[in-house]
Structures are given as C-alpha cells and as structure tokens.
C-alpha cells in the first residue's frame, strides 16, 4: 500500500520535472546555448575532466558550469581555476540534481551569452538516470580504477546516456584494467555508444574529446540554422 | 504539494523500514549473529575487501553473505570463491538496500548455524545512508583513488557509519592520496571515528581490521551473555 503510494508520487514527480526539462530545452535552444552533463560515481574524475574540457574550450567558446553536490562548494571553486562563471548547487540529502534546481541556478545569466553550458551532476550511478535536466547530451563516466563492469551493473543510467567516457587512463595499467571487457560491458548494455577514453592528468584523449565536443556544437549550430529558413 | 506528499510517503516508507530493521536486530541478536554492513560507491573495492574478509574469518568462524546490486550476480559470483554461503539481492532500480529486501534474502537460512553476517550494500554514497538493515555495524569504505574529499561531500553516509575504511591503498602514491586530508575530511563530518587503511590486494592492514573485527565479536558474545545471567 505504502509502495504503492510512492510509486504514484514518484511518478508525478517525475512528471513534474519532465515538463520543466522540456521548458528548459526549448530555452536552451532559443537561446543557441549546449548543453552536456556528466554523471558518474563520486570520485570517478569528473570534475577534474570537466575543469581540462573548460579550460581546453575556454579560448574558443563562452561556457559556463554548474556543478551539483549534496555539501560544500569544493567543485565550484576547483572549476573557478578555469576562469570561466561556474555555479554550486547544493542539494541537501537529494541524490541527483532536476530541472527545477538547474533553473534556479541558472538565476540571472544570460543565456544568449553562452554558447555552451556544462552540468556535473551529484556522483551517483542511480539516481540521476531518471531525471532529465533539459540537456543536449549526457556524457556517463567511470574510471579505470572502478573496474570494468559498471556498465552491467548500472544499466539504466548507461542507458540514458548519450556517450562514455573511460577516466583515469593513466592508471589503467597499475589498476589492471582490461579495456576490451570494459568495452564489451558498455556495449552489452548500450550497442553502439560511442566511447571516449582519457587521461585528465596527462591529457590523453582529450584532442578527441574536443573535436567530438565541436562536431556537436557545429551540428547543433546547423539544424538552428535549418529551423530559422 | 507534490513534494510535500514525497516527504510525507518517503516518512512511511522509512517507517516501515526502522520497524523492520528492529525486528531483524532482535532475530539477529536472538541467533547470537554478528552483523556487519559495507557502503561505499561503486567500485571502491567492497567485493575485493569482503572477499578478504570473508577469506579470512572462515578458518575460525561461520560466515555468509549478502550482496546488492542493480543488476548482475557478478559479486555474489566473486564471492563464492570465498567459499562461505552468498546470495545476491536485485535491486533493479532501487539505489539501496531495505530491510525487507535483506529478510527476503535470508529466506531458509538457520541464522542459528552462523557467527557472522555480511551485507553488501547497493555501490552509492547516498541512499542506503537512511535505511536501517538491522547489522551491529556499518561500515563506509572509500578508495583512495575517489580522493581525499568525500566525507565532506557526502556527510550523511558517514555520519550514519560506525567505521570508515580506506581502501585500495596500495595506489595512495600513484594516485597521489593525502592520508592526511583524508582523515581530516572524515573526522572533521565524524569526529573520533575510527579509520582503517586496507589494502584487499597487498593485505595491507587486514591483520587490524580482523582483530577488530574479533573484539566487536567477543563484545557481542559478552554482552549476549550478560543478558543471559
């Protein structure tokens, strides 16, 4: 009965928040801003990754962060190395951001100043996966160091993901990471997903990664144009 | 008002859970079994250091094991090797661990037989924070390789654990761990909270984690006994 009840309350909220992404989108676009977030398990790199792909686009692009936590402003202030706007979202005891925390800490930006906006979600393989923050593409980490089958294990949130990315590479072999079953696991779960591999620290995989990133503003760029003949 | 009724459902959810949680404490306790419970994210070694833990104790002690996941049995697959009785518990897509998920599991078990239980719980420093599983002691495991700062992120976790345990620290230099931040962060969320430094793939720091292991059993044994008198 109890079970039952939270079923249907999920459900609304889920509801609930699935109008406001949408909102948020049809925003984004009008606003010409992409939109990426990174989801993973805590400690699997994504800040670090997110604070090289910032300051590796900053040159070109007017970006900008907002990173989600349940405590502190550590990842804010990590990413302010990169010089660029990056706000913290706290979310308490909530295990994963929504659209309605992204569209309060959007707050008084500017949108149309952007060409690009980066959301890092709190570190969690679950939660996330069901809540849609309004984004163009969402990138799932997981690092060497975590072991190769974490895409079996959390299938939704390789599900909803749009691309992989593998971190750490720098210590894949004194982890004894086998990159093919890592793959193979990611496959199973997602057959075709395209998948990055990295290295923040040394900066491998990174001019692929920029490329990727660039294919995807140009394309995004292309069908605004298409929409506006 | 779709949120409040969140909270309102969640309360009885967890409600629920606490009663159950109880009544699995009093049958624990009655069958004079020792339990122990591991969080910690996904892939930050718990199936390696259960392993060894299990490994371990079962010269001298009988001992089983329950393990959580998403999807996949792989852990209880890994732990087999360990040659003591495992059972894995789908979640499917639950991000932690209930009580009732833990009595279903026990199913036909005589908890009589046993000395120990071990319960893995869903990789995710999160959600299994506010879910009693009735066990005598939580422990949070972290890997040095998450970095020095996830106690102050995920402080609720911590402050709902017994124990901390770093592991993986045979890769403190290669990843460049600050033990000192790292205790710092934990007891600044926990204060006096006593920390272990393991490593499941050298034995590092196993010989201490099982002697404490073994005083929390001759504790239980001891007070078990004083309730007898």
Redesign the interface.
């Known amino acids: 009965m ?2 039952t ?2 079923v249907e ?2 459900q ?2 889920l509801k ?1 928040n699935d109008v406001l992404a949408r909102q948020l989108r049809i925003r984004f676009q009008e606003a010409g801003v992409f939109v990426a977030s990174f989801v993973s ?4 790199g994504k800040t670090a990754f997110l604070e090289k792909t910032l300051t590796m686009l900053r040159p070109n692009y007017r970006i900008a962060a907002l990173v989600g ?4 402003a ?1 990842d804010a202030a990590r990413l302010s190395r990169a010089e660029v706007p990056v706000k913290q979202i706290e979310t308490g ?1 909530i ?1 994963h951001l929504e659209a309605q925390m992204v569209e309060n800490a959007l707050g008084d930006w500017d949108l149309n100043e952007l060409d690009c906006l980066f959301i890092e979600n ?6 996330p996966s ?1 809540y849609d923050l309004g984004e163009a593409l969402r990138v799932v980490l ?2 060497t ?3 190769e ?2 895409p ?5 949130i390789f599900n909803t993901a749009d691309v992989a990315v593998i971190t ?1 590479m720098d ?1 894949a072999t ?2 004894e990471f086998d990159l093919k079953t890592a793959r193979a696991s990611i496959q199973a779960v997602r057959p075709g997903m395209k998948v990055f591999e990295v290295s923040s620290k040394t900066g491998a995989g990174m001019d692929e990664w920029r490329q990727f990133l660039q294919s995807q503003f140009v394309a995004k760029a292309e069908t605004l144009l298409l929409e506006t003949v």
């Open positions: 109890t079970q009840r939270l309350v999920r609304n909220v609930h398990s805590p400690g699997s936590d349940l405590a502190t550590n005891t295990c709190v570190g969690n393989l679950v939660c069901s997981m690092s160091t975590e072991g089958d974490k079996r294990k959390y299938p939704t750490k210590l004194a982890v």
